[in-house]
């Protein structure tokens, strides 16, 4: 069974929801699933090695549509991370929101909703 560690955020405030738009930075999750999180850390280290990997191909001027067959595979690697992120942040950050108080509701729908829009695309 997964460890997760839990930490407190303003986020689950109406304020700090606010803040959160605002881009303050420094906030933490709610909670992080021990095991999600070092799945994600071994994909974002294997993505950043596909990246140099792809720097080099650049230099040294391969052949445009493996560059792009390459590139394909980082989008795909940083959407399973951002799955990954999701179903976190709905598990712990987003329900802790909507189980405190209305205005934190809230302020959560509107940030869940902007985030869909955003990363749908």
Request: some cysteine.
């Amino acid at each position: 069974m997964a460890t997760k560690t839990i930490r407190r955020s303003r986020s689950t405030t109406a304020a700090g929801a606010a803040a959160a738009r605002a881009g303050e930075g420094g906030r933490k999750a709610v909670g992080v699933d021990a095991h999600g999180k070092e799945r994600n850390l071994k994909r974002l280290r294997r993505i950043e090695g596909q990246v140099r990997g792809l720097q080099r191909m650049v230099e040294e001027e391969r052949y445009c549509g493996d560059i792009m067959t390459q590139i394909s595979s980082v989008h795909e690697a940083l959407r399973s991370v951002g799955r990954e992120l999701m179903r976190n942040h709905l598990k712990y950050c987003a329900t802790s929101a909507i189980r405190s108080t209305e205005p934190a509701a809230e302020a959560m729908y509107d940030e869940l909703v902007e985030m869909m829009y955003k990363h749908s695309r």
